[in-house]
């Protein structure tokens, strides 16, 4: 049974840094898809950042040079250094894996998710 669990979401000013994480356990695909979808209220969800299994990795426009995506392998553990942050990324930002390689930042139906954590950006 896979279970996603992420952490260290809170309130930054504007210009501000946060380090989300993510664990996700019982995942054993050697092929995925992981990484980050954020809802911000009254919006769409958006997918900022996905990593695959040959390491590659694809960020939304909207953060590509303010957000890094990076994988423990060992672990399944993935952190998303978030930086020069902006109230437009104020957000519940979700952890997300699938066992599909073929997954893409147009795509939502992500097979695992976490509950969630909330980042605030305050101008």
């Known amino acids: 049974q896979v279970q996603v669990s992420e952490s260290g979401g809170g309130s930054v000013q504007a210009g501000g840094s946060l380090r989300l994480s993510c664990a996700v356990a019982?995942?054993?695909?050697?092929?995925?898809?992981m990484g980050w979808v954020r809802q911000a209220p009254e919006k769409e969800r958006e997918v900022v950042a996905l990593?695959?299994?040959?390491?590659?990795?694809a960020y939304s426009d909207s953060v590509k040079g303010r957000f890094t995506l990076t994988k423990e392998n060992a672990e399944n553990t993935l952190h998303l250094e978030m930086n020069s942050l902006k109230p437009e990324d104020t957000a519940m930002y979700y952890c997300?894996?699938?066992?599909?390689?073929?997954?893409?930042?147009?795509?939502?139906?992500?097979?695992?998710w976490g509950q969630g954590t909330r980042v605030t950006v305050s101008a």
């Open positions: 997300v894996a699938d066992p599909r390689a073929t997954m893409y930042l147009r795509d939502r139906d992500f097979a695992y």
């Open positions: 019982g995942f054993t695909s050697k092929w995925y898809s």
């Open positions: 990593i695959y299994q040959d390491y590659s990795i």
